[in-house]
């Protein structure tokens, strides 16, 4: 079988959680993957990264490079291309490096490419079985993808158990990332802006998503959390509609939260948002289709129309006071 | 600048459960209400709001038959001026990079500065733009909403990072971007706008006239193919609550208190 790679991301210091939950992943592959671990960087952060990865993989190849002193996914391509091997399998993160990344890595390496897997199904001959979603996350598929010319694949965060074995203990290859010109430039991160709510400390929110319809309903959840003491938070649709603050979105592109309690009206739950909610929360969807993925992940499931349970829901809780 | 925009018609999820069919070859596609992806719609209107500010022409371009042309005659209605489609059966079944093959093809027949696309359509997949620029040796940027072009030979454009944070990148033109929501607020389009565009000729180009072979497109050439359709098993799944609404709201209330979730 051909050679398996892992890119994983960093910060301060610190690998990206994926990068034992990539292991896993080749495993399902092919019980017999060995995987070699690639980070690139700069200076001792990146150190530290390639030595805590030892414990996990067997090789770990460090990119030690300025140019690579930010993560830019048009340097970072450069650098995978001049190293990596033909017919290679390369696993890395559905995130917003991965998939900056990915997609254009696979053309170079003339690879097979797929996104956002959820979970492998083996391997039969160079054709890897695989699951992934679409429709956000309404159905899901299951691809064949032929990997006898080498593959890119992207895992989603969060859905292959870490391997927590850290019996590797590897060693450092130091690489050399080669010609990595680019007419990309990074020049900063502009850091959010904080919100009138900080709803990272909020104990109970009341999150709504598209299912409100319109701009002049969000006062009905306004009237509920009002009722219940809590923040109203949101989905990503209602950002993009300029009806809340971005400081109000939860999900991997806006922000974490850690609630005991959290009510989502109206919300679907791509995988994006429920990425942005920590702690183990006591999770209450209402949602008036049957099928939206929040059932899923939620504790408890309300199949209502929200614009009319949502002001009777409010009602009682007034009245119970 | 010349602004071409990649865009795709698919299946509305916010008008539709999508259901899948009994053999799990495909969804029910029977009643299902069609619509622009939602992502394509904000990459045209910054093309539009791009060509406004300082000149130039926005092509809208569709990989599809031709029930996809209303796609490209909404887009035209916002304000795009061409439309082109890119119709052959032989690229049915493509996969991420046959789509991406298919519309390098369009593009070398044209001269573009600047090429968008949605950062992802219906399967999630956020792979046909950054696919697109590798082919042509193009800049990449993905997720990006926000873009500046006060320079002549590049761009600033914002990229969406974790956290609701903004990567902020200079990217030399000709360029390849991925749009996503929320970086303006597209456009209204009327169906007198619709109605207005409706005889405007738009050009289809097939398969031989985009010199692509068989082996490059379609299902032949595809890698990644996609076998069924399934709805996952649920988990544990969610205690669903059953009854009247005066019954599902007694029992809410009860487990509010109970959890901790009313003050």
Known sequence: MAQFFAYISHGDGVADDAALEMITAAKKIDPSASVTAIVTGSGPDLDKVANELTASYPEVWKFNNDALAYPNAEVIRKALVNNLPADCILLTTHDTLGMDLAPGLSIKLDSAYV?????????????????????????????????????????????????????????????DAGDVSTKRK?????????????????????????????????????????????????????????????????????????????????????FQHMGGIKGNPFVIAINKNPKAPIFQVADVGVTEDILEFIPELTEAINEAK | MEILVCVKRVPDTSENEIEVSKDGADIERDDLVYSVNEWDNYAVEEAIQIKDKIGGSVTVITVGDEEA???????????????????????????????????????????????????????????????????????????????????????????????????????????????????????????????????????????????????????????????????????????????????????????????????
């Not at chain 1, 806006?254 to 609630?259: A, S, Y």
């Not at chain 2, 696919?131 to 990449?140: G, I, Q, R, S, V």
């Not at chain 2, 926000?146 to 761009?155: E, M, R, W, Y």
């Not at chain 2, 597209?186 to 692509?212: F, H």
């Open chain 1, 115 to 175: 996104a956002d897997v959820v979970d492998f199904e083996g391997l039969e001959g160079s054709d890897i079985k695989l699951v992934r979603q679409e429709f956000s996350g309404q159905v899901s598929t299951h691809v064949k993808c032929d990997a006898g010319n080498g593959a890119v694949l992207t895992l989603r965060p969060g859905v292959f158990p870490a391997d927590e074995s850290k019996s590797a203990s590897g060693n450092v290859v130091d690489k």
């Open chain 2, 69 to 263: 042309e209303e796609v490209l005659r909404r887009e035209m209605a916002m304000g795009a001026d061409n439309g082109i489609l890119l119709d052959d059966e032989a690229f049915e079944g493509s996969d991420g990079k046959g789509i991406a093959t298919i519309l390098k093809a369009a593009v070398e027949k044209g001269k573009y500065d600047l090429i968008l696309t949605g950062a992802q359509a219906d399967d999630g997949a956020a792979q046909v733009g950054g696919m697109l620029a590798a082919m042509l040796d193009m800049p990449y940027a993905s997720l990006v909403n926000s873009v500046d072009v006060s320079d002549a030979k590049k761009l600033k454009v914002g990229r969406e990072i974790e956290g609701g944070n903004q990567e902020m990148n200079e990217i030399e033109l000709p360029c390849v971007l991925s749009i996503q929501t929320g970086i303006n607020e597209p456009r209204y389009v009327g169906i007198r706008g619709i109605r207005k565009v409706a005889s405007v000729e738009i050009p289809t180009y097939t398969a031989s006239d985009l010199g692509l072979g068989a082996d490059a497109v379609g299902a032949g050439a595809a890698k990644v193919k996609r076998l069924d359709y399934f709805v996952p098993e649920l988990g544990e799944g969610a205690e669903m609550l059953e009854g009247s609404t005066e019954e599902k709201v007694a029992k809410l209330i009860e487990l509010l208190k109970a959890k901790g979730g009313i003050k």
């Open chain 1, 186 to 270: 990074y020049l900063e991160v502009v850091v959010a802006e904080v919100g009138d709510v900080d709803i990272t400390k909020s104990e109970i929110l009341v999150s709504v998503g598209r299912g409100i319809e319109d701009q002049d309903n969000l006062e009905i959840v306004h009237e509920l959390a009002e009722a219940m003491g809590a923040d109203v938070s949101c989905s990503r649709p209602i950002v993009d509609a300029k009806w809340l603050e971005k400081s109000r979105q939860v999900g991997t592109s806006g922000l974490t939260v850690k609630p005991k309690v959290y009510l989502a009206v109206g919300i679907s739950g791509s």
